[in-house]
């Protein structure tokens, strides 16, 4: 009996599947599809690579307002990630154009990453609905880890704001405002509601009960009169109508 053939060594042109680079983009099933604008490209950058390394997909990189448009309008990503202060005049053209994001396409989350806080423009910014929207601000980012978690509750509808942002608003509110009726608990509790916090993260936060916070929002709801709808949605009508209030 004699041995079959040899197989033919393998050639470098059939090899086995070219690996991909290191650090090369990846597009995992089901990932958050992100556009990121700010014009200083190595903070870009470094944005771009920690999403990556967290199975988002960064389908564009701009620094100007008027690309961030664009790429919205092309890519159709599930959420922005905008800088306030953009070319050409590095005022609020970031934060005009997250405006206009939220006005002709609404189904997209639109988070601002600044250092800078302009809470005069946060009405406009929420407009008719706290859904998908978030303020943070950089040197208070805690860590990656919570910067992700925040992409992800924007990207899902929910909200995330800095507690310098909710502190503002509340040193701002006025005396007529729908919240007067609110205990200072309950402004406590709805304000750590603003900053995307769940109730048992506020227990947490506030050194009380899990059934204590839920006590203190099922009165938010019942002193704001808030339609009864499920818990999700009134609490998102809460959280707008704390924003509404710091007109």
């Known amino acids: 009996m004699t ?3 040899a197989s033919p060594p393998a050639s470098p042109m059939t090899g086995p599947p070219a690996v991909r680079p290191a650090g090369a983009p990846s597009r ?10 700010d014009d200083a490209v190595l903070i870009r950058e470094a944005i771009a690579g920690l999403l990556r390394r967290n199975d988002f997909e960064v389908v564009a990189q701009v620094g100007d307002p008027t690309s961030l448009v664009d790429a ?6 599930d959420l922005a990630v905008v800088d306030i202060r953009m070319p050409p005049d590095h005022r609020t053209e970031g934060l005009d154009a997250a405006v206009a994001l939220r006005r002709d396409h609404p189904q997209i989350g639109v988070l601002l990453l600044s ?3 302009e809470s005069h423009h946060l009405p406009a910014l929420f407009g008719g609905s706290a859904r998908g929207v978030g303020y943070l601000l950089k040197e208070r980012v805690t860590g990656p880890a919570g910067f ?3 992409l992800r509750r924007v990207a899902a509808g929910g909200c995330a704001l800095d507690p310098d942002v909710v502190a503002l608003m509340l040193r701002n509110r006025r005396r007529t405002d729908p919240l007067a009726t ?3 608990r309950e402004h406590e509790v709805l ?10 993260a506020i227990s947490e936060r506030m050194f009380i009960t ?3 916070v839920e006590a203190h929002v099922r009165s938010i709801f019942t002193r704001l009169d808030l339609p009864p709808e499920p818990d999700n949605h009134r609490r998102v009508l809460a959280v707008l109508t704390y924003l509404r209030a710091q007109r």
């Open 182 to 184: 609110l205990s200072e």
């Open 148 to 150: 992700v978690e925040a």
């Open 3 to 5: 041995d079959p053939p």
């Open 191 to 200: 304000a750590l509601m603003a900053e995307g916090r769940s109730n048992r």
């Open 210 to 212: 899990h059934k204590t």
């Open 72 to 77: 919205v309008a092309t890519a159709r990503p």
């Open 115 to 117: 250092q800078y806080l």
């Open 28 to 37: 995992p099933p089901g990932a958050i599809r992100v556009v990121l604008a």
